[in-house]
């Protein structure tokens, strides 16, 4: 008998049932992706604005924005003449306010909940956009601090360091107390480059931040904190919850006739809230730490307000640096005079500040956890 007939009915049975074999496999795997596919449609449809919105503001597209903005374009367009790399990312800001709408809307009722009738619905607008564009512009500003941050401090006009110089002949140091506003990170480093030892005291949110990713966090070390902490004479100075090293960091920075750098308006922490004040502030009470004023206080050094301020054409910036305040009195009334300062530059300039989200708002105590849920 030949084998060839045998070899071939055999192929022929082996494949047929190979066959059989892959179709039910194809069969089970799209049954596999169909049964979410078809459930997510279904839950598209019921709630498809909401799932849009989360997808391009939260999801993998607004993350992959993110990264690209940061990490290819900015640093492709930083160092091009001024009003183009500032042009290209006011039409980011732009982009952000038009795309960003759970953003956008957010800030917005903020604005109204906050200020009230000082501004009307299309000023708010105008804000909210300008908003967008100073956190796309502060990103241009972090990578013109590369090197000895000439390409940044050449569109800075500084006003009041003479203050600061005066502090330093009294040979007691000084205290810049400024806020989250403007470009409020670069305004410390770019002291620094100038030849002033700064030491700021501060978290960075690539530590703290536990909505980011690892590899967020990475990011954001690369291509901000690195650059503009490398203009600063030392580390931060960070605190830790419920500990009180700050204060004694800060003194031996401030005996050695040394800046210190630091906000008035971070929302406090649960740990140190036993510590905190609660202070007027933007038409509520919010709670704030007036840890920087207790410590000028027993070392006699002198504060002094520093804000950062963008201009029209948003490439120029004003740097501005007040006389000492007066700190007679308590540590928390010495303090209230420093936060009115803030509140005051706040309200001229509100696109500025940064921390117009609801969460935040409701962090320092200005909303009540409700508007969130009523925003939501």
Not at 137 to 148: F, H, P
Not at 252 to 277: C, F, K, M
Not at 294 to 299: G, H, N, P, R, V
Not at 316 to 328: A, F, K, R, T, Y
Request: net charge positive; proline share 5%; glycine share 6%.
């Amino acid at each position: 008998m030949s084998l060839r007939p045998l070899v071939k009915s055999a192929f022929k049975a082996l494949t047929s049932r190979g066959a059989r074999v892959y179709r039910l496999a194809l069969v089970s795997l799209m049954v596999l992706l169909s049964a979410p596919l078809v459930s997510g449609i279904a839950w598209l449809r019921q709630d498809w604005r909401y799932q849009r919105a989360k997808f391009l503001h939260k999801g993998i597209m607004r993350r992959f924005e993110i990264a690209l903005y940061h990490l290819v374009i900015v640093p492709l367009v930083a160092f091009l003449p001024a009003p183009l790399a500032y042009g290209v990312a006011c039409l980011r800001g732009d982009w952000c306010y038009r795309w960003d709408t759970s953003t956008r809307e957010d800030v917005m009722r903020s604005l109204e909940w906050i200020l009230g009738d000082q501004l009307s619905a299309a000023e708010r607008a105008r804000v909210v956009r300008d908003f967008f564009c100073v956190r796309s512009c502060e990103a241009v500003d972090v990578i013109r601090m590369v090197g000895k941050g000439r390409a940044l401090a050449r569109l800075v006009e500084i006003r009041g360091l003479e203050h600061i110089e005066a502090a330093l002949d009294a040979g007691k140091g000084a205290i810049l107390c400024g806020a989250h506003f403007g470009s409020y990170n670069c305004c410390f480093s770019l002291l620094g480059a100038l030849g002033f030892p700064i030491t700021v005291i501060g978290r960075w949110p690539s530590k703290i931040d536990g909505n980011r990713s690892l590899m967020e966090r990475f990011l954001h070390r690369l291509v901000f904190q690195k650059l503009v902490e490398r203009h600063r004479h030392r580390p931060n100075i960070e605190p830790r919850a419920g500990q009180f090293g700050v204060a004694v960091q800060a003194a031996a920075v401030l005996r050695q006739n040394e800046l210190i750098g630091t906000h008035l308006d971070p929302p406090v922490i649960a740990a140190d809230r036993s510590r905190a004040a609660s202070m007027n502030f933007l038409s509520g009470q919010a709670l704030l730490l007036p840890g920087a004023i207790t410590i000028a206080q027993l070392m006699g050094a002198p504060v002094l307000m520093t804000f950062m301020r963008r201009s029209e054409d948003w490439r120029h910036q004003v740097l501005e640096i007040s006389s000492p305040m007066p700190l007679n009195g308590d540590a928390v009334t010495a303090f209230g005079r420093c936060l009115a300062v803030v509140e005051a530059a706040i309200r001229r300039d509100p696109a500025q500040w940064l921390y117009w989200r609801l969460s935040a708002l409701v962090q320092l105590g200005l909303l009540p956890k409700e508007a969130m849920k009523a925003h939501a």
